[in-house]
């Protein structure tokens, strides 16, 4: 689907398989600013699966006779920006709850996803 003033790709969609066999897939776009905003998380497996509504932080566990619905006491965004802004003030990054390398291991992913994109072939990394 082409968006006029839209110079990236309307959607992409990275399939990844993970060393214990188990397979995720992150799909992304930039076409629906006006009808879709947000991040999800859905984890499915045997017996359970697990949604965060993202940026709504409601956390939903899906049983097989039975639905948990868990509400955030904070904005769980705001308060990541809280750490993130107050480890540059002061130079701490104690509190931030994502290591440095684990970054890294997203950027390496990220690359991995654009290279596959751009030569239409499986790359697998270390991460």
Request: hydrophobic content about 40%; charged content about 25%.
């Amino acid at each position: 689907m082409d968006v006029e003033g839209f110079k990236t790709e309307d959607i992409s969609l990275v399939t990844l398989k993970f060393k214990n066999g188990a397979i995720g897939v992150v799909l992304s776009t930039c076409a629906s600013r006006r009808t879709f905003t947000g991040t999800s998380l859905k984890i499915i497996a045997k017996n359970v699966v697990v949604e965060h509504g993202g940026h709504s932080g409601i956390l939903k566990v899906y049983y097989d006779k039975e639905v948990r619905e868990m509400k955030p006491s904070v904005d769980s965004y705001l308060e990541e920006d809280k750490v993130f802004i107050n480890a540059v003030a002061t130079g701490d990054g104690s509190a931030i709850k994502s290591p440095y390398h684990d970054a890294v291991k997203t950027l390496e992913v990220t690359i991995a996803a654009n290279e596959s994109s751009k030569k239409n072939q499986v790359i697998t990394t270390a991460a």
